[in-house]
């Protein structure tokens, strides 16, 4: 077990994961982590084997939460000063969004009275626990996810509101009272009260998710042993539902689409990260993060890429007006990106030119293109662009859809409500991705503008009934195998197969092949 404070220094990340590691590293460079500890990738090789490691890991965790109360001035259970963590999982590797993570253990009837009194708002209390219950339901007891998410949408309609965020305490309260009938009904049990037992579930959920036909895919796709298992880092919680001046974002510091150096940000205020990352709700990349906010992360994004050599992805929270790292890693990119950011940081000198030819190694850069549509026909909407270049095909709507359709050769637009790591086998075979909700840094999106597929997220007009297999943008009907053309960089959805202009960065490609001649004198 490691202390991610890294007072022994910063172990290998084929131990403690990378997530851990670097978190580590951001503690030893003095930005604000959350105290935590790590259960090592070794445990998760353990629990595969079944080596009487379950009785070891509660020993584990309960030593690891005593150091944590110590820590923080906080008690796991206490009515009156509750700690409530965070279980995260963690590879040697990165692979967004493929295995699990619960938030808000620890809270039960009793914690629930002390987070009111300790934070003395009702809302932050029922909110945490709602998601709490939800979380563990669909990870820990393997319950669907469609019950709770019908149950959220009945209460927005109730309420008058369109967001989560925007319901008031009692009708967050009703909700996880609902949530609570929902989990019986669906787990065969009562939601655990003892915040041990959720700790060691909601571990035990995390290593078994090494294991999920996602995470098995992403290895294939990328190939990735299975032997390395994922390592499990519990975290004290910090809270980006807690008021007016909290909230939670993904942030890139250089846009993994173009390459450009500049913040791509994407930030939800009263929020917990999930919510972003899970792909699950609406965010616009036109939501304004804090003047302060930006220009701190900004700072943050240039540290990060001293220390690390490479443009990061990190995730953060904002805990009224306080702000948390929870995360960094080298930042998911298109190939256009790759080039752009190679040249531009061995002219910033971050990297030397071998360093930036071996970035570039697997990547072809002459067949590197840029493609725009050229149309005079009106567009049949507008999404957020999560993803460069120009996508036409037909419309499946689902993953066994697209499937069909890669197998006679046609790669189609994948349309969805949202798209989520699940969906990965879907997205290996699809030439593009169109979303109804969703952003731009979702855990999905970031998988599939690394894959290069073009991918509109968070379409507002789109609405999709999956049971009858149509959709509706607009005024227009979407019908299974109708085609369609998305524009990654203005957003534009287009019917039919509009004219595509396809120039070449050629300045970038000269430039690397100037090294590569360089290299061979």
């Known amino acids: 077990m490691f202390d991610l404070a890294g007072r022994d220094g910063v172990p290998d990340a084929a131990q403690v994961g990378f997530k851990a590691h670097n978190l580590m590293r951001m503690a030893a460079m003095g930005l604000p982590v959350p105290q935590g500890f790590v259960l090592p990738t070794e445990w998760c090789r353990a629990m595969r084997d079944g080596k009487d490691a379950k009785a070891l890991l509660e020993s584990a965790l309960q030593t690891g939460i005593r150091d944590l109360e110590r820590a923080t001035g906080l008690g796991f259970g206490s009515a009156r000063r509750p700690l409530l963590i965070s279980v995260r999982s963690g590879a040697p590797v990165s692979m967004p969004g493929m295995m699990e993570t619960v938030l808000n253990v620890g809270l039960n009837e009793a914690s629930l009275a002390g987070l009111l009194r300790l934070a003395g708002d009702h809302r932050l209390a029922w909110d945490s626990y709602r998601r709490l219950i939800q979380s563990f339901a669909e990870?820990?007891?393997?319950?669907?996810?469609?019950?709770?998410?019908?149950?959220?949408?009945?209460?927005?309609?109730?309420?008058?509101?369109?967001?989560?965020?925007?319901?008031?305490?009692?009708?967050?309260?009703?909700?996880?009272q609902t949530y609570q009938d929902l989990y019986r009904e669906h787990?065969?049990?009562?939601?655990?009260?003892?915040?041990?037992?959720?700790?060691?579930?909601?571990?035990?959920?995390?290593?078994?998710?090494w294991d999920f036909d996602k995470a098995v895919e992403y290895r294939r796709l990328n190939g990735i042993g299975d032997e390395l298992g994922t390592a499990v880092t519990v975290q004290r919680m910090v809270f980006g539902n807690a008021g007016g001046s909290s909230g939670a974002g993904v942030g890139f510091s250089?846009?993994?689409?173009?390459?450009?150096?500049?913040?791509?940000?994407?930030w939800l205020a009263q929020a917990q990260g999930e919510d972003i990352v899970s792909g699950r709700r609406r965010?616009?990349?036109?939501?304004?993060?804090?003047?302060?906010?930006?220009?701190?992360?900004?700072?943050?994004?240039?540290?990060?890429?001293?220390?690390?050599?490479?443009?990061?992805?990190?995730?953060?929270?904002?805990?009224n007006g306080e702000l948390f790292m929870l995360q960094t890693r080298t930042a998911k990119r298109t190939?256009?990106?790759?080039?752009?950011?190679?040249?531009?940081?061995?002219?910033?000198?971050?990297?030397?030119?071998?360093?930036?030819?071996?970035?570039?190694?697997?990547?072809?850069?002459?067949?590197?293109?840029?493609?725009?549509?050229?149309?005079?026909?009106?567009?049949?909407?507008?999404?957020?662009?999560?993803?460069?270049?120009?996508?036409?095909?037909?419309?499946?709507?689902?993953?066994?859809?697209?499937?069909?359709f890669a197998r006679r050769g046609t790669p189609a637009i994948l349309v969805r409500n949202d798209?989520?790591?699940?969906?990965?086998?879907?997205?290996?075979?699809?030439?593009?991705?169109?979303?109804?909700?969703?952003?731009?840094t979702s855990h999905a999106a970031v998988v599939a503008r690394q894959m290069g597929k073009v991918c509109l997220v968070g379409c507002g007009e789109l609405a999709i009934d999956e049971a009858a297999g149509r959709a509706?943008?607009?005024?227009?009907?979407?019908l299974e195998g109708m085609t369609l053309c998305l524009d990654g960089d203005s957003g534009l959805i287009y019917a039919d197969t509009p004219e595509v202009v396809t120039e070449r960065p050629q300045a970038l490609i000269d430039r690397v092949n100037e090294w590569r001649a360089g290299r061979q004198a």
């Open 187 to 209: 787990a065969g049990h009562e939601f655990p009260q003892d915040p041990y037992d959720q700790l060691a579930a909601a571990a035990q959920a995390v290593f078994a998710s």
């Open 139 to 176: 990870i820990v007891a393997h319950a669907p996810s469609a019950p709770f998410d019908s149950a959220l949408d009945q209460a927005l309609r109730r309420n008058g509101v369109e967001v989560a965020r925007h319901l008031d305490f009692r009708a967050l309260r009703d909700l996880a």
């Open 283 to 319: 965010v616009s990349a036109d939501a304004e993060a804090p003047y302060w906010l930006v220009q701190k992360l900004s700072s943050v994004g240039e540290a990060l890429e001293k220390a690390f050599k490479d443009a990061q992805e990190f995730e953060f929270t904002v805990e």
């Open 254 to 266: 250089r846009d993994p689409s173009s390459g450009e150096n500049r913040l791509y940000l994407d």
């Open 472 to 478: 509706r943008l607009g005024k227009v009907d979407i």
């Open 335 to 404: 190939a256009l990106a790759s080039l752009r950011m190679a040249v531009e940081q061995m002219d910033e000198g971050l990297i030397t030119p071998d360093e930036a030819l071996g970035r570039l190694a697997s990547i072809d850069i002459d067949g590197i293109e840029i493609k725009h549509v050229k149309s005079a026909q009106p567009p049949l909407g507008r999404a957020t662009p999560a993803g460069t270049g120009v996508a036409r095909g037909p419309v499946a709507l689902s993953v066994k859809s697209a499937q069909e």
């Open 419 to 440: 798209v989520a790591t699940d969906d990965i086998a879907g997205l290996a075979v699809v030439d593009g991705v169109l979303t109804a909700s969703g952003g731009r």
